[in-house]
Nanobody, 120 residues
């Protein structure tokens, strides 16, 4: 199983960026998908999660600005980031809890990380 993230880049404060992450491989099912971020010198933190049925949860600082969604048919999760702030600058990682044919158990997988930089 592989997670391939795309999107991100550079934005000005108040601007918008979008991220996507597609899971591929011997996938039977995916339960929760999510986005995490890690700023320089800080620990990785949860940004948002979404269940297979579409229930979402957000870190307080991004509520009302970020929107997580997913396409179950394409095993893809998205993160739309609006009203960006310099403190949103970080490497963003996607995560998925996957049941794969290879090992027949639920396991977390991570994408490679994509840089988001917000200038003031």
């Amino acid at each position: 199983v592989q997670l391939q993230a795309s999107g991100g880049g550079l934005a000005q404060a108040g601007g918008s960026l979008g991220l996507s992450c597609a899971a591929s491989g011997s996938i039977v099912s995916i339960s929760v998908m999510g986005w995490y971020r890690q700023a320089p010198g800080k620990q990785r933190e949860l940004v948002a999660t979404i269940t297979r049925r579409g229930a979402t949860d957000y870190e307080d600082s991004v509520k009302g600005r970020f929107t997580i969604s997913r396409d179950n048919a394409k095993n893809t999760v998205f993160l739309q980031m609006n009203s960006l702030k310099p403190e949103d600058t970080a490497v963003y990682y996607c995560n998925a809890n996957v049941y794969a044919i290879d090992n027949l158990r639920w396991q977390d997988y991570w994408g490679q990380g994509t840089q988001v930089t917000v200038s003031s």
